[in-house]
Nanobody, 117 residues
Framework: QVQLVESGGGLVQAGGSLRLSCAAS????????MGWYRQAPGKERELVAT???????NYVDSVKGRFTISRDNAKNTVYLQMNSLKFEDTAVYYC???????????WGQGTQVTVSS
C-alpha cells in the first residue's frame, strides 16, 4: 500500500501562482511514476502532469509553459508549480502514484485549487 498526502491548494487570483506538494509513504518502488490529475465540476478527471522516478515528465497541452512538475526521490515527494493560473485551472487536484513494476495505482485525497477571475 502507498499513502499520499497532498498540500498546497487554495484560492488565488488569475495570473497568480500556487505550489502543490504530495508526499508518498508506504511500499514505495524504486521504479514509479507520480503525477497530478484534476477534476473540475461536471467534468471527467484529466491528467495534468506526470514524472517518472527517472525524471521524465509529461504535461497536458493546456498547462505547458505554465506548470512545472518536479520530484525529490529522497523524500518521495512530487511538486507541481503552477504559474500564470487561469480561471479554467479551477479544480480538485489529485496526486497519483503508480508502481512501475506492478502498475498498481494509488490516489491522494485531493486538494482544491480555485482561481478567481
Amino acid at each position: 500500500q502507498v499513502q499520499l498526502v497532498e498540500s498546497g491548494g487554495g484560492l488565488v487570483q488569475a495570473g497568480g501562482s500556487l505550489r502543490l506538494s504530495c508526499a508518498a509513504s508506504g511500499s514505495i518502488s524504486s521504479f514509479n511514476a507520480m503525477g497530478w490529475y484534476r477534476q473540475a465540476p461536471g467534468k471527467e478527471r484529466e491528467l495534468v502532469a506526470t514524472i517518472t522516478s527517472g525524471g521524465s515528465s509529461n504535461y497536458v497541452d493546456s498547462v505547458k509553459g505554465r506548470f512545472t512538475i518536479s520530484r525529490d526521490n529522497a523524500k518521495n515527494t512530487v511538486y507541481l508549480q503552477m504559474n500564470s493560473l487561469k480561471f479554467e485551472d479551477t479544480a480538485v487536484y489529485y496526486c497519483n502514484y503508480m508502481c512501475g513494476l506492478s502498475f498498481r495505482s494509488f490516489w491522494g485525497q485531493g486538494t482544491q485549487v480555485t482561481v478567481s477571475s
